[in-house]
Each structure stands twice: as C-alpha cells, then as structure tokens.
C-alpha cells in the first residue's frame, strides 16, 4: 500500500535550475532538469509500489511516462508544498525531488521498507535532504522547518527524532544545483540520460 511521491518542477527554461546558468544557457539548464526528471521517474517505476506521485508545479509534459499520476502542487513556501505532498499518501510513503538522477529502485525500495523503522531519513551534501520516508505519513512533520539552508536536513531530522519516531538513514546523495554538483553526479552515474546530455554538452562548449 506504499506511495512514492516526486516533488518537482516542469523542465521550463528560466524556472528550473537557474544556478546552472553560470555554465549552461537557461534552456540547456532546462534540459538537465528533463534529464534528471526523467532519470528519477524510471527509477521510481521499477520501485515496487502501489502508487506514484510526481507533485509537479507547471504543466505536465510528454516527458511524465505511462504509470506516473501527476497531482498539482499547492501554493506556499516549500515546507508547505512538501506537507501538502504527504497528504496525497495513502499508506506508508517516501518523498523524493528531482535533482538526484543517481537515484536507483534499490534505494527507493530500501526507504519504502519500515519493517524495523518509523521513518528513513535521506541527507543531501549541501546540509538539506533527498528524500524523507514515513510509515505514518503526517503533514505536520514538514510544516515550519527552515528550507533550502545549510541546516534544514538536521532541523528535519530532529523533527522525526522529537515526534518520537525511530529513523534511519539513507545513503548521502549529491543534489544537482550549481555546475560543480552536476559534474560530481554525472561521474557518479555514468549510465544516466542526466549523464549523458551533461558530457555532450560540456562537450559542444569546448
């Protein structure tokens, strides 16, 4: 009965991804993000689970495949939309973005399991989180945590520790935002669509 939700943007140019225009055009900016985007969809479709989520904010678009259910994001600041998301859960569920192309279904498969725990708890490098996962989804575990600083992954988790959850860790991801992070993930995850436009286009810009 477990629920996979992706919160994400849709791939629009000058909307998605803007810190990667130091190195990239805005459209090319929006075409990692499709990357990336699509590389965690068919990640999430091999994931056994009862449903899918993408919690898009913009229009769906032909890159969403067969299988995927798409819900609007609400309006409000990101721990509003991220809250908002988990209401959609039914059942046990895991919350992942869409800057995490190396993501793989074993992984997504590990944070759907809560046999021996209350909630999986997925730290990102830059100090936030990729993915949070609950048994009991409640809203109220998001609301009022700081965002996008360098301490919202420790705020978030002493929020599960303090409700009185166990929580287990997932493996440390890089998020894709700035130009340095793409390279690093790219190398990581040779095999990705994400990996694949990046080397082509750091090629053509040589």
Known sequence: MSTLLVIAKAPVPGRVKTRLTTQFTPQQAADLARAALEDTLAAVLETPARRRVLVLDGEPGP????????????????????????????????????????????????????????????PADDGGFWALGLAEPDPA??????????????????????????????????????????????????????????SGLCAVSR
Do not use: K, N
Not at 171 to 193: F, I, S
């Open 63 to 122: 890159w969403i495949p067969a299988g995927i259910e798409v819900a609007a994001q609400c309006a409000g600041g990101l721990d509003v939309r991220l809250a908002a998301a988990f209401a959609l859960a039914e059942g046990p569920a895991l919350l992942i973005g869409m800057d995490t192309p190396q993501v793989t279904p074993s992984l997504l498969a590990l944070g759907l399991d809560f046999a021996e725990t209350d909630a999986w708890f997925g």
């Open 141 to 198: 575990l998001l609301l009022g945590v700081p965002m996008s600083v360098a301490y919202t992954g420790e705020v978030q988790r002493q929020r599960l520790a303090h409700a009185g959850l166990a929580v287990r860790d997932l493996p440390e991801l890089c998020d894709v935002d700035t130009p340095a992070d793409a390279r690093r993930v790219a190398a990581a995850a040779p095999r990705t669509r994400f990996a694949a436009l990046h």
